[in-house]
């Protein structure tokens, strides 16, 4: 019996082995926001059609600012700054997408996912952009995924409609 308890362990160990071999991610992805302009939180932006620009500061535990207003159809470059100490993300995604997403986190905590086009990891001392297409009216939120870091850190996008 403990025979098969320990090959059970083994063979477990090893599919997960792969499913995060070469990849650096976890095999769990969120829901692709790139479905076109029904989605409710947006579609990637296009670099060429940029509205403005928005800067964000990544504080250990917050943003600021944690509110932001724009357009609907806008196209905005968040430009994010990392003055904190720890390793921060910005994802954009529906409540239960970040919810979701933090759990997986929280499980596999030092999973990448730089293919991502919603969210963007930003190490201390270091800027990144991520660029998004708000494409309807109403309220998109965003946070930072990792382990203890979603409980404080996040915001809301205000997308004004047209």
Request: proline share 7%; net charge negative; charged share 20%.
């Given at each position: ?143 930072c995924p990792l382990p203890g870091h979603s409980k404080g850190m996040?915001?809301?996008?205000n997308v004004e409609a047209r």
């Amino acid at each position: 019996m403990k025979g098969i308890f320990i090959l059970s362990a083994l063979i477990s160990s090893l599919l997960l082995t792969g499913a995060f071999a070469g990849t650096g991610q976890s095999s769990q992805r969120l829901p692709d926001h790139e479905g076109g302009p029904d989605s409710s939180v947006g579609i990637p932006g296009d670099p060429g059609k940029v509205s403005r620009a928005i800067e964000i500061t990544m504080v250990d535990n917050r943003f600021k600012p944690a509110d932001i207003t724009v357009r609907q159809g806008e196209t905005i470059i968040f430009v994010l700054r990392n003055s904190g100490e720890k390793k921060h993300e910005m994802m954009i995604g529906t409540p239960e997408e970040l919810d979701e997403h933090a759990k997986m986190m929280k499980k596999f905590p030092d999973t990448e996912h730089p293919d991502e086009p919603n969210m963007i990891t930003v190490q201390p001392g270091k800027t990144g952009q991520l660029i998004w297409q708000f494409t309807q009216a109403g309220t998109v939120n965003f946070s930072c995924p990792l382990p203890g870091h979603s409980k404080g850190m996040h915001g809301t996008i205000n997308v004004e409609a047209r």
